[in-house]
């Protein structure tokens, strides 16, 4: 929302503005959009910042797009102070010119953050998923993360899974230790912005339960030497001192995470964390890219259950020459296999749009889906 208030006021003060995704998009502003398929985004990104006829050469086969890439470059030269607001996994191929401004966008809260702490040599979740596949990781220490979502097998593969969370995510459900954490708006904390600017965070509240809920409609419990009700989740800066010590030789860090275990016993898993999605069927196959919607895609909004009540019913979106391919019709109900499970989806159709792409919500359930989906991973409902 921020950035789309950013750019309606540049475009109030007369700059224009061109959005190059290959999904549909709707701002509260004029735009042009360039639907271009995502393997052919690097290739955009250098390409708008070049002569305006080098379109023409390297894009032979799409001449609708020809005359929107040649007004867009034509507008960035022209444009005295031109920024570039793009994605982190586009910063390879961004140019290197001091004329052009530029704004990375991560994906997700205090990513940027992470980012400026991550060292080079820092493994990435696909590296520590192959650790632990060979056997060289066997005790996984997850922090606030669902790796479990993208690599189901993590967890059967692991002699040892401790979990700090405070959402119930697959990754909780699967731990042999878990402990839970405090929320931001319980224990504070530092963010950092895509800007750059570190902000801070100050506590709403305190963790713990309400009296009536524990009391259950009468006088609470009268034993007053006992810990409050709903008082064990901890800041995950300080489960982490303690466990950090336990790692140190002589000490036992299964033994250090169990002596911080709740008593209460925790609900077992109402359902078993989906295996990744095979890649079903022949024949021609969309790339899958993903949408966020205003409320329900993102982690927290998952999790709540106001925002269960206002989640709009989820779609698939496919462009309307692309659909024929598939049988598809709009306003359909498919389900969508993502193993052990289906996800019902609403068939919406796009002209507006890149072809050979089809656009999914960000759910949980789709979160191991293959990269690319072939008919025979839709079924009719």
């Not at 789309?4 to 007369?14: F, I, V, Y």
């Not at 995502?38 to 390409?47: D, F, V």
């Not at 990375?104 to 632990?132: K, M, Q, R, S």
């Amino acid at each position: 929302p921020l950035l789309a208030l950013a750019l309606r006021q540049a475009s109030r003060q007369g700059a224009p503005v061109f959005v190059a995704d290959p999904r549909p998009v709707d701002l509260p502003l004029p735009f042009v959009h360039l639907p271009v398929a995502p393997e052919r985004l690097p290739a955009l990104a250098t390409l708008l910042f070049a002569s305006p006829g080098e379109a023409r050469a390297l894009w032979p086969d799409t001449p609708q797009l020809r005359p929107l890439l040649e007004n867009a470059s034509r507008a960035l030269a022209a444009a005295k102070a031109p920024v570039l607001v793009f994605a982190p996994s586009l910063a390879p191929y961004v140019p290197d010119d001091p004329h052009v401004g530029l704004c990375p966008v991560p994906l997700g809260a205090n990513a940027a953050g992470a980012a400026l702490l991550e060292t080079d040599a820092a493994p990435g979740l696909t590296d520590i998923a192959l650790g632990v596949a060979e056997g060289r990781i066997t005790t996984l220490l997850v922090v606030e993360a669902d790796p479990l979502a993208a690599f189901p097998d993590l967890a059967a593969q692991t002699e040892l899974l401790i979990v700090c969370d405070h959402l119930p995510t697959a990754t909780a459900k699967a731990a042999s230790v878990f402990l839970p954490t405090t929320t931001l708006y319980e224990s504070g904390g530092t963010l950092c912005g895509h800007l750059g600017r570190m902000e801070r965070a100050a506590p709403a509240h305190a963790v713990g339960e309400p009296v009536s809920r524990e009391g259950r409609g009468d006088h609470p419990p009268r034993d007053y030497a006992r810990p409050l009700s709903g008082t064990d989740p901890r800041p995950a800066w300080a489960l982490l001192t303690v466990l950090g010590d336990a790692l140190k030789p002589g000490r036992d860090l299964l033994q250090a995470a169990a002596e911080m275990t709740p008593d209460t016993p925790r609900s077992a898993s109402d359902q078993a964390p989906n295996p990744a999605a095979t890649e079903a069927g022949s024949g021609p196959r969309l790339t899958v890219t993903y949408a966020d919607g205003l409320f329900g895609t993102e982690e927290l909004g998952r999790c709540a259950p106001l925002d269960a009540q206002l989640v709009v019913k989820p779609e698939i979106v496919l462009h309307a020459e692309d659909a024929p391919v598939f049988a598809l019709q709009p306003g359909e109900t498919v389900a969508l296999a993502t193993g052990n499970r289906d996800v019902v989806l609403t068939v919406r159709l796009s002209r507006d749009m890149a072809r050979g792409v089809v656009v999914l919500p960000r759910l949980a359930e789709l979160a191991a889906l293959a990269p690319t989906l072939g008919p025979g991973m839709l079924r009719k409902g």
